[in-house]
């Protein structure tokens, strides 16, 4: 079945310094890849995503580029905020499914 | 315009006991999705719904839980003699159209306690 691993947090930052968060994948096919992030007190908002095999998903400065031949998605930004403080899960949607499967999420804290 | 929402925001019961959670999608949603997530964990698939039908059941975890969406809007999770291990926050997020590959929006879950 379909499975998404992703590095395990918490990650400590101080602003403007630049993250990744790693993110790769198992699946059938060619699955829709996507970042959602959870504020503090909040719902999971999606982020960014990419549905085909070498695209690159980007929203508020985050990126991260579908790598099929490393079946990865790893998320990127290069000067991060406090308020980016927040938990980030990585997640793929089969080709021909529509639940979504879920990294066990990342823990991001960013310090002034 | 209005965001999916859930009710109750926190539910506490004790083992045994029957609860029924709501999932109010964004009007015109015909998708609707469960998912649960337990602490330290990312959410997990339990069933989508179609308009009124649900189309994928594969993620329920027994028969003791169900859920419903009679009018294809308003959705309902029930879980019967509920165990200390369902203990966890359940999620609702909703999509338009019907190919199943749209974005889901997610609600802010109901987070349930079993004592």
């Known amino acids: 079945g379909n499975s998404v691993t992703q590095m395990e947090g918490p990650v400590t930052l101080s602003e403007e310094a630049f993250l990744t968060i790693n993110c790769t994948y198992t699946?059938?096919?060619?699955?829709?890849l996507f970042w959602y992030v959870q504020y503090p007190g909040e719902g999971l908002q999606l982020l960014l995503k990419?549905?085909?095999?070498?695209d690159k998903g980007s929203n508020k400065g985050f990126e991260a580029t579908y790598r099929k031949e490393t079946t990865s998605f790893h998320l990127e930004k290069g000067s991060v905020q406090v308020s980016d403080s927040a938990v980030y899960f990585c997640a793929l949607r089969g080709a021909a499914g529509n639940k979504l499967t879920f990294g066990g999420g990342t823990r991001v804290l960013v310090k002034p | 315009g209005a965001g999916v929402s859930q009710t109750p925001s926190n539910k506490v019961t004790e083992k045994g006991k029957y609860v029924e959670l709501r999932c109010d999608p964004i009007?015109?949603?015909?998708?609707l999705y469960w998912y649960r997530q337990s602490l330290g964990q990312g959410p997990e698939f339990l069933i989508y719904?179609?308009?009124?039908?649900?189309?994928?059941d594969s993620g329920l975890p027994n028969d003791r839980f169900f859920a419903v969406r009679p009018e294809g809007s308003v959705s309902t999770l029930k879980i019967q003699r509920t165990e200390r291990g369902d203990s966890a926050v359940y999620l609702c997020?909703?999509?338009?159209?019907?190919?199943?590959?749209?974005?889901?929006?997610f609600g802010p879950g109901t987070r349930l306690l079993v004592l």
């Open positions: 009007s015109g949603h015909t998708a």
């Open positions: 699946a059938t096919g060619y699955p829709s």
């Open positions: 719904f179609q308009g009124t039908g649900a189309a994928d």
């Open positions: 997020a909703s999509s338009p159209g019907t190919s199943g590959q749209e974005t889901q929006y």
């Open positions: 990419a549905t085909k095999a070498d």
